[in-house]
Each structure stands twice: as structure tokens, then as C-alpha cells.
């Protein structure tokens, strides 16, 4: 974080200043900021979060310890650092987020970019922040920070040499893409996608479809909006974003887009694609991470690097040296004998279809598929629907083995069964140290595995597990 005093610092949150020690307001603080004590260090500043389950207020003495000189507080502690007490600490995180952040865009330099979109937030993010960090100081998420906590933790990373500010917005309701977007107005916007994922807690996709339009009327006037056009509820974001003088920029597999993708090719390997840009010579695109659905992806990233100023050879050059999206998210492990491919950070309809396409793709001849699926979550009314789809779409994807664990997706399995998957080819298991005892001595030489679930599920540890044994 860029340097405030004590004083500079309450002023901005509107707080009561307590010291302690040798501080007066005048002592300047320029650490990190977190809402993990854990995460604290020299001059680092403690945001006491409360919770459900644990209340940051119980760790301020924790944080003291560990190096942080200022907690932000909704009561006073009795611990030994200065503390500044406000009425709402996730509040008056989001209050310093945008103080810093416009200090630091005032300085010149800044460009800030927002991505938000129902699946390939986290990988679009990694997979930009890889091009612009050679051209400058890059801000990017740890991870998925991209909610109330996060995305402010993130931003308030900024320093005086920062050039580039890459924020991931989340929508757990409407109005919030709005507030997060709103703390920095961002001057170029990036719409992946308006999925099923989370839909249950909007009311339905149309609503959805409003949430991550909420990016679009933050974005600056004047400013650049990067569009899916393959998705038509994106597309129609164009009027609006056009309607308050920003330039849209069009990507995808259709003809009429400005930076466009033909001849997708997937393995084991990676994807492949050529990337065309009008009045430019085609591009190839040699991507390590796996998945056609990361076409997409990558072709949002170019194009925004692009708008940037980065030369579209060169931002290609850059995406290629990246390895894998993110942990757990199509992370290659195991060996040549067994592939585990962990894709279980998240999942919707959509990234769960998109992945047992690449599973049937990147799988040869004397290969077998195993899919181990768990649940989807945040689907509401549309759940019990959605995971028949995927059961169905598994044994029509001719899927040889179909794992299908906790009781939450039982559904699945048994529209899997009714599709005509039996003899063992379908399996329900009660929970993940069931399914590890089962694979461990299912799988074989020449399989091919994809674990895949909602983060909630947990599969993601079933996946490491299965890594580790075929390592």
C-alpha cells in the first residue's frame, strides 16, 4: 500500500483514532492489508472482519504479533497496536481500497481493468496479468479474490510504481458487481460470459445477465469494454456501453468479431488455435492449459492487451509460456500412465460440460475417460434439471467411467444410469475417502481422469490425492 499517516488514514474511514505507543497521527503506515492475521508483517494494517464462525477482533493481538502496526476495528481490543474504530471494518476496507487506488491513479500512470463473467474470471485474469507484467508493475488477485474482501485486499496491493491493476469481480447478489466495480471505475471492462453458475441466487440468468452488465455502467466514460460476442446476453451489453461513450471491442469464434479464434484444436498437450485481427497477418496460439473453452479465454485477454498497447505477437508470445490457469482449475497431475486432470476449484453447467468435452477430446483411442463428478451448487429451483444435463451429456460424450460422489449429486448418477450407463460404468459413492478407495484400485495404465465439482464439494482434495498416488 502506498504510505498514509494514522490521521490521513481515520480521516478517510471517518473512524476514532486510538494510538498506542510511540504513534502519533502523524506515523505513516504503508504495509500490506488483510483480513488474515496470518497474512501480517512489518507495518502491516489488521481489518478485524467479524464472521459466522471466527471474529477477526479475536486475532488483533495475533496481528500485533506477527508485525501489524494499525487495526481497523468495530469495538476497541485490549492488544498492543493502534487501532482505529468504525462502525463497519468490511466497510471501511472497501473506503481505503478506493482512497488508494485514486491517490495512485492520480499519479498518472494506473490503468485498471475489471473482468467479471460466470466462469474464466480467475483464468482470464492470470492469463493477462502473464502479458502486462513485463511492461510494468501488475496488480492481479491472489487466487480468486474477487468478493467484498478480496477484491479491496487486492487493489490496496498498489504502489506508486504500479501500472497495472487487473481486479476479478464476483456476483454472490445483485449490486454487488456494482459496489466492487464502482470503488475503482475501471478504465477498460471484460465480460466473459453470462453462465447458470450462481444463478440460483439472482432468480435466473436473465437476471444474471444484469448483474454482470452492473461492470459496463462502472467502467470510465470514454473508456474500453472487451465483449464475448459468441454469447448473445453479452453481446446486447453493447448498446449500453457504446451509450456512454465507451469503445467496445468484440471477441470470439463468430466472423464478425474484432479479435477471433478458428481451427481449435485440443490435446493432451494443449490447445491450439489461429488468432485473426483485422489488417494482421494470422496468429497461432499454442496454449499449455488445457481446454477449447480457454479460447475464449485467452482471446479476452489478448484483446484487452491489445487496448493497452500491447502488440497482439507479443501478447501471444507471453500467453504461451503460461502453464496452468490456476490451481485446481484443468491442473494436470499424475503421470503419462494415469492423467489426473483436477478441474474441482469450481463448477456450473457450463464449465462442467466444457470440461468433459475436453476430457472426451484429449482421450486416444486405446485411453479410457474416467470422470469423477460431484456436485454443482448455487443453482437453485435449477439444479435438480441441470445435473440431469450433465449426466446425460456425460454418457452421450461416451464417458467409459462415471464417478459420481455425494449425495448432492446422486441426480446425476441416475440420469446417467437412465441414459444407458451400467455395468458398472456409472458408480455412486457416499463421500471422497469412498471414491479414493474405489479409484485406487479402479484406475489403470491409459486412463484419462477429470475430478470436477463446486468448490464447496471439496473434490479438489480427492483430485490432489489422486495426484499424489500416480505421481
Not at 73 to 99: H, N, Y
Not at 270 to 288: F, I, N, S, Y
Request: proline share 4%; hydrophobic share 45%; charged share 20%.
Amino acid at each position: 500500500m502506498i504510505a498514509l499517516s494514522l490521521a490521513e488514514i481515520a480521516a478517510v474511514l471517518k473512524g476514532e483514532l486510538r494510538l498506542f505507543g510511540d504513534h502519533t497521527g502523524d506515523s505513516v503506515v504503508d504495509g500490506v492489508v488483510d483480513t488474515d492475521s496470518r497474512q501480517m508483517g512489518p507495518g502491516a494494517i489488521f481489518v478485524a472482519k467479524p464472521g459466522a464462525t471466527t471474529d477477526g477482533h479475536a486475532f488483533v493481538a495475533q496481528a500485533a504479533a506477527q508485525g501489524a502496526v494499525l487495526a481497523i476495528v468495530e469495538r476497541p481490543v485490549d492488544a498492543p497496536i493502534s487501532q482505529i474504530v468504525v462502525p463497519d471494518a468490511v466497510g471501511a476496507l472497501a473506503d481505503l481500497a478506493r482512497e488508494v487506488v485514486a491517490r495512485v491513479r492520480a499519479l498518472g500512470r494506473l490503468q485498471i481493468v475489471g473482468i467479471t463473467g460466470s466462469n474464466g474470471k480467475t483464468t482470464t485474469k492470470n492469463m493477462l496479468a502473464r502479458i502486462l507484467e513485463s511492461d510494468g508493475e501488475t496488480v492481479a488477485p491472489i487466487n480468486s479474490y474477487n468478493n467484498e474482501v478480496g477484491a479491496p485486499v487486492t487493489m490496496l496491493r498498489v504502489t506508486a510504481d504500479t501500472r497495472f491493476l487487473v481486479s476479478e469481480f464476483g456476483a454472490s447478489a445483485p449490486g454487488r458487481i456494482a459496489h466492487l466495480a464502482g470503488l475503482v471505475e475501471p478504465d477498460l471492462s471484460i465480460v466473459l460470459m453470462v453462465g447458470m453458475a450462481h444463478a440460483g441466487g439472482f432468480g435466473g440468468i436473465e437476471e444474471t445477465a444484469k448483474a454482470k452488465a452492473e461492470l459496463i455502467a462502472a467502467t470510465r466514460p470514454g473508456g474500453t469494454s472487451i465483449l464475448n460476442i459468441d454469447d448473445p446476453r453479452v453481446a446486447a451489453m453493447r448498446p449500453a456501453a457504446e451509450g456512454r461513450g465507451i469503445t467496445v471491442i468484440g471477441f470470439g469464434q463468430a466472423p464478425s468479431a474484432d479479435v477471433r479464434a478458428k481451427d481449435v484444436e485440443v490435446s493432451a498437450s494443449g490447445t491450439r488455435c489461429v488468432v485473426e485481427v483485422d489488417g494482421e497477418p494470422a496468429h497461432p496460439l499454442a496454449l499449455q492449459v488445457l481446454g477449447a473453452h480457454h479460447v475464449s479465454n485467452a482471446l479476452a485477454a489478448i484483446a484487452a492487451a491489445r487496448a493497452l498497447g500491447v502488440p497482439t505477437a507479443t501478447a501471444i508470445e507471453r500467453l504461451q509460456t503460461l502453464e496452468v490457469a490456476e490451481r485446481w482449475r484443468m491442473q494436470p497431475m499424475g503421470n503419462d500412465d494415469v492423467r489426473i486432470i483436477n478441474d474441482a476449484y469450481n463448477a456450473s453447467p457450463d464449465s462442467m460440460a466444457a470440461a468433459l468435452r475436453t476430457l472426451a477430446q484429449i482421450t486416444g483411442p486405446d485411453e479410457r475417460t474416467v470422470a469423477v463428478l460431484g456436485a454443482m451448487t448455487e443453482l437453485g429451483e435449477d439444479a435438480g434439471e441441470e445435473h440431469d444435463r450433465i449426466g446425460l451429456l456425460a454418457v452421450r460424450l461416451n464417458i467409459q467411467r462415471i464417478v459420481v460422489v455425494g449425495p448432492e449429486a446422486r441426480r446425476l448418477y441416475i440420469s446417467a444410469i437412465g441414459e444407458g450407463s451400467w455395468d458398472s460404468e456409472a458408480v455412486h459413492l457416499p463421500d471422497q475417502d469412498a471414491a479414493y478407495e474405489y479409484l485406487k484400485n479402479e484406475l489403470r495404465t491409459g486412463d484419462r481422469v477429470l475430478v470436477k465439482s463446486s468448490n464447496s464439494v471439496g473434490l479438489r482434495h480427492l483430485g490432489d490425492r489422486l495426484g499424489e498416488l500416480f505421481s
